[in-house]
């Protein structure tokens, strides 16, 4: 997992949200699988993103043979990691050839080895010795596969957004690699992905480097202040759009714009000890990172799917540092959700439109519709706010809510829904001007605001 960019700040010139609807049905989506902690073994896991979810394809830090055997004949992708430590000895032609022989060739094609990702964030950790190795690492690992006669497992390196040196005026049009590193090392692996059709893996986390009086941008929240790149007039509206086409543009500038980039790790973590950590952020950071992953794309590269692997699948107990290395998961050991981002399949307690966090009522404020509000008004505010992942059984015929059968208090049990789970700010209580925010609870018998 990254650390911040250290000029990721200059950025931060924009904040936004985005609006989205997920799909009903939601494929092609990859999770990190990390296992610090008291998690259930690989066996049972396995099990459950197979026939609970519609996760795909797995991305583990090592070549841990437990898991390899738990996934064999599942269908599921695996993505495994050389340790950073042995790349050095992985530039040793003889040594990749014996790696492959102990860590892959017994494996595969049982288990469905995708990528071989050799080490983790090499350039951000400073080590001359594991940098200097490590193109070298990747081709002998290659050449080993391609000897032993496996041509479906591709090798890569996943990169911190760190190799990226922001432009001052924050437009992603202007995104390049960092002097040092452009031409002497990211030039030559760009060329090895194109020679060997793998893909370029990047690590784009809003979290780490998001200006804290601008969180929105971070998140997809609303409200936003979209800002125009002044070379190419786009609109950017959050900051996840913003670190892709500045990679886009790095890359394209040493002339390797064709190249694939595949997202090895992003996420938002549902705790941490700041307020701008909880399960409902997370849900939507995450809700909307999904919608790219089907293909949204972004201003420079539109429609454009990239593959993607959430950090994390598990909440990790074991990891040190603060409280937020601990709750980057999509689910608890005992594989309940932390949160609904649509990936359980129907019948498991998710899928179909995911629903956000419970709200939160602390404080004493709600949101309601004004009196003067029409109908038509009314209505329009029922659909979008159904439409943005907020639970809206309630005031269906046979709901807590549903009674007395009107469009006013349909309308503000479902604003109240989306201002609770939206930070409770004053514009999440909008509407287009036909919200207000009240200090007494308008909760009436089993309905509950």
């Known amino acids: 997992m990254a650390k911040a960019p250290p000029s990721i700040s200059l950025l931060l010139l924009l904040c936004a949200a985005v609006f989205l609807t997920i799909p009903a049905v939601i494929s092609a989506i990859g999770v990190n699988y990390g296992t610090l902690g008291n998690l259930p073994p690989p066996t049972q896991v396995a099990n459950f993103i197979k026939t609970q979810t519609s996760i795909d394809s797995v991305k583990i830090f090592d070549v841990n043979p437990d898991i390899l055997r738990a996934f064999a004949g599942t269908g599921i992708s695996v993505v495994v990691t050389v340790p950073n430590g042995d790349i050095p000895a992985l530039a040793n032609g003889r040594q990749a050839r014996r790696w492959v022989s102990v860590n892959i060739l017994p494996f595969h094609p049982q288990t469905k080895i995708k990528y071989i990702s050799v080490g983790n964030e090499i350039l951000l950790t400073g080590d001359n010795n594991m940098i200097n190795n490590l193109l070298p690492a990747m081709r002998n690992l290659n050449n080993a596969l391609v000897r032993a006669g496996v041509r479906d497992v591709k090798v890569t390196t996943a990169h911190s957004l760190n190799i990226i040196a922001y432009d001052l005026t924050g437009a992603p049009s202007s995104g390049r690699f960092r002097p040092g590193w452009d031409k002497g090392i990211l030039a030559p692996i760009l060329a090895y992905h194109r020679r060997t059709k793998s893909p370029f893996m990047v690590n784009p986390y809003p979290y780490f480097g998001f200006d804290p009086k601008n969180v929105n941008f971070a998140i997809f929240r609303t409200p936003y202040k979209a800002v125009r790149d ?145 109908n038509t008004q009314l209505q329009d505010s029922i659909n979008w706010v159904c439409g943005q992942g907020v639970d809206c059984k309630p005031i269906q015929a046979g709901g807590s809510c549903f009674n007395p059968s009107s469009l006013r208090t349909h309308a503000s049990f479902v604003m109240n829904a989306y201002f609770q789970s939206h930070g409770r700010t004053d514009g999440a209580c909008n509407f287009s001007g036909t919200g207000m925010i009240v200090g007494n609870n308008p909760s009436n018998g089993a309905c509950k605001y």
């Open 230 to 374: 002044p070379f190419t007039r786009h609109v950017y509206t959050n900051m996840f759009d913003a670190l892709m086409d500045s990679t886009y543009s790095a890359m394209k500038a040493l002339g390797y714009g064709d190249v694939n980039i595949v997202v090895g790790e992003t996420g938002w973590p549902s705790a941490c000890d700041a307020p701008w950590c909880s399960p409902a952020n997370a849900a939507w950071f995450n809700l909307n990172i999904i919608k790219r992953a089907q293909g949204q794309g972004t201003p420079l590269m539109p429609n454009r799917r990239f593959e993607t692997y959430i950090f994390g699948l598990f909440n990790e107990e074991g990891k040190p540092g603060p409280t937020a290395e601990r709750n980057w998961g999509l689910f608890r050991a005992d594989f309940s959700p932390v949160y609904d981002v649509g990936l359980l399949r129907s019948g498991q307690g998710g899928g179909g439109r995911p629903a956000l966090p419970a709200p939160s009522t602390a404080g004493g404020k709600w949101c309601v519709a004004r009196s003067g509000a029409t």
